[in-house]
């Protein structure tokens, strides 16, 4: 077992590979009574094509399958797991993103039954006919809900308006006619490749013993029965160095319109520090151009055009990433003017040293008060695991940044020629 430990946040991190190919990683918290559980799935929305490492073929299933298949493990032939979680005193859920699916608990007690249902659930699926159909009719409703939520079709137009071919410009969850050409067979084949343990982590976290943990889990998996699987390989379209258009606009029941400016990644393909690095400089500056204090958001606030739901946001992914700055306004036309000018004025000025350390600080302080809380460290393992960005990788990383370095990320990335807007307004 490999023992890592953060001098400044006096962290242990303990993790091991098992044989199947898993990573149990345990983050002990002396003291702290909750406990948490997490396991994530190497397996997103964008992972529609791919070869099948059984067969070394080529395969293309429907948009929307990783969610999908998140809903139905949650049925068993013992009734709804989060049912027997609730029994057991702990709060359950579960969440798909574009990269990765995750499955978790959180508990006061009786961890070692919970830890056990976690692992048995996700190993175990349990589909039929009917129960997919019956899926298919509640996903289909939450898909049309979602056409008529601002805010996400904000989001989902910005993707749409930004990436040319990546499939982050499909929805998560998938169209009525995609998640329509689901059958059992099919949700049967992805969890048998993607669910392998080689292709899985688990993170816990609170006042455990990593061993016993371990063997836990080992015990978990013995007589389950795993071929040795090659990593998967994920076929996704090139992409472009453009963006597929310069403005999405549409109408909604909004009382004002929406905003939603956004900067296209240059350059993909990082992993590891490298990506951290980026992911964490674009954090610095963008507190120190647009965040709460800035001049630029003072300007814009005391002018009318933003108020105190403006917020911006940094996605740094492997395959795709991009920026984007979103809020309700008056004018959304001269709002994204202002922003474009603002970033370009930043840009000549560029940011003066006394600003970046200032915003240094204040990340330093948001990354020790997520390591405090339980969930935020079980997010930040889970974020970076998969991009090969360690736990304790963070405060390091961000100590030996330099303002020459965040200036050039401002100047590159920021580019109005890779800039796509997405505008809601009130419908007529």
Not at 329 to 340: I, M, Q, V, W
Not at 401 to 418: C, G, I, K, Q, Y
Request: net charge negative.
């Amino acid at each position: 077992m490999e023992r890592q430990f953060d001098p400044m946040l006096r962290d242990e991190l303990f993790t091991e590979r098992l044989e199947n190919g898993l990573t149990v990683a345990v983050l002990v918290k002396p003291g702290y009574r909750q406990m948490t559980a997490r396991v994530a799935v190497q397996y997103g929305s964008i992972d529609s094509r791919f070869v099948n490492p059984q067969t070394g073929k080529a395969v293309h299933v429907p948009d929307g399958i990783a969610h999908f298949l998140e809903h139905k493990l949650f049925e068993s032939p013992q009734g709804n797991v989060a049912d027997r979680f609730s029994e057991l005193g702990a709060e359950a859920n579960a969440y798909t993103t574009f990269t990765h699916t995750v499955y978790y608990f959180t508990t006061t007690s009786q961890f070692e039954a919970c830890l056990d249902l976690l692992l048995e659930f996700v190993q175990e699926p349990y589909f039929t006919a009917e129960t997919v159909a019956k899926e298919q009719g509640i996903i289909e409703q939450e898909i049309r809900m979602y056409l008529d939520d601002p805010g996400w079709r904000s989001s989902a137009n910005l993707l749409e308006a930004l990436y040319v071919r990546h499939p982050v410009r499909i929805d998560i969850a998938g169209t009525v006619e995609s998640i329509r050409r689901i059958d059992k067979d099919l949700l049967y084949v992805c969890h048998r490749i993607f669910y392998h343990p080689s292709n899985m982590v688990l993170f816990v976290a609170g006042d455990l013993n990593p061993a016993e943990v371990v063997e836990r889990v080992r015990a978990s998996f013995a007589g389950r029965e795993y071929p040795a699987q090659p990593a998967i390989q994920r076929i996704l379209p090139e992409e472009p160095p453009v963006i597929n258009e310069r403005r999405r606009m549409q109408e909604l029941v909004v009382s004002q319109p929406i905003l939603r400016l956004g900067f296209k990644e240059r350059e993909v393909g990082l992993t590891g520090r490298a990506l951290l690095e980026r992911d964490l400089l674009t954090s610095l500056l963008l507190d120190v151009v647009i965040g709460r204090g800035s001049p630029l958001y003072t300007h814009l606030y005391e002018s009318g055009l933003i108020d105190q739901r403006f917020g911006f946001e940094h996605v740094p992914e492997v395959s795709f990433g991009h920026t984007y700055l979103t809020g309700p306004t008056h004018d959304p036309s001269e709002l994204e003017a202002r922003l474009l000018a603002g970033f370009q004025e930043a840009q000549q000025q560029g940011l003066a040293e006394a600003d970046f350390e200032r915003a240094r600080r204040k990340l330093i302080g948001r990354v020790i008060n997520l390591m405090n809380d339980l969930e935020g460290a079980a997010y930040l393992f889970i974020d970076g695991f998969f991009k090969q960005i360690g736990l304790f990788d963070l405060l390091p990383t961000l100590q030996s940044l330099t303002v020459e370095a965040a200036n050039e990320r401002l100047r590159s990335h920021f580019d109005p020629a890779l800039a796509a807007a997405s505008i809601i307004y009130p419908r007529r």
